[in-house]
């Protein structure tokens, strides 16, 4: 779920210009993804991504209290005092992307602080880490930057291809299974889902080290149904 101004949103590939509502309440939306049987819900604050703190924390404490199942959020965090308030929010999980990149020092000492509950976001363009919101891209490598974290202690690392971002165009399966095979850290795989398909090809790759898939776009649009998408990936466990 991506928040931009209190609302959810899609952005195509990232583009803040290109962007479409869905809902005008998130938390009714979080309700009814966890009816349909979501497991965890994944929530990207657009709006702190840019701006480099939280915008949408009151959405996102009103969020994380209605709902039962666990939430992970990322979006404008970059220092110790916002990872520990989204915690004391009841948010079970927080994503730490463009301070992977700038600040080491406080991800490493995040990892240390709070074992299992911190994922880092890395978002690629052609293989090359984007920060701040996708809006700057760098010439540094996801590869390198998700090896030079082997140990650190982050509980996963959710690798997005901004190219697929909201396109429905499919996930990067090639691209995201070789970075899982890369490192020790569990990957979940982000961007493009356009229906069941991809989450099959990603199950095929579970042993790569892919522990999960975020969907967004295609729920909204009934491309996908998250019943299904859920059956399936139970079903592929219990083989």
């Not at 009814?32 to 915008?55: C, F, M, N, T, Y």
């Not at 602080?113 to 540094?140: H, Y």
């Amino acid at each position: 779920m991506d928040i931009k101004e209190g609302k959810c949103v899609r952005l195509l590939q990232g583009d803040f210009e290109r962007v479409t509502v869905y809902s005008a309440s998130p938390v009714e939306t979080a309700l009814r993804w966890q009816e349909k049987g979501a497991e965890r819900i994944h929530i990207v604050d657009l709006d702190g991504s840019r701006s480099g703190s939280p915008v949408n924390s009151p959405v996102i404490e009103a969020l994380a209290g209605a709902v039962r199942v666990p939430v992970q959020v990322g979006g404008g965090i970059r220092d110790m005092k916002t990872v520990e308030a989204y915690l004391k929010l009841g948010v079970s999980r927080v994503i730490l992307g463009t301070a992977a990149l700038r600040d080491r020092t406080f991800v490493e000492a995040a990892c240390r602080t709070f074992p299992g509950r911190i994922i880092l976001g890395l978002d690629a363009r052609d293989g090359k880490a984007a920060v701040q919101g996708w809006t700057e891209d760098t010439e540094s490598s996801v590869l390198d930057i998700a090896r030079s974290y082997e140990g650190a202690g982050a509980d996963a690392i959710v690798y997005t291809d901004i190219r697929r971002d909201g396109m429905e165009t499919g996930v990067n399966v090639e691209a995201t299974a070789a970075l899982a095979r890369s490192v020790r850290i569990p990957v979940i795989a982000s961007g493009g889902v356009a229906g069941i398909a991809d989450v099959k090809k990603l199950l095929a790759a579970e042993k790569d080290g892919i522990i999960g898939v975020i969907i967004g776009k295609a729920l909204y649009t009934g491309a996908l149904s998250l019943e299904e998408a859920i059956g399936t990936a139970r079903s592929s466990r219990a083989a």
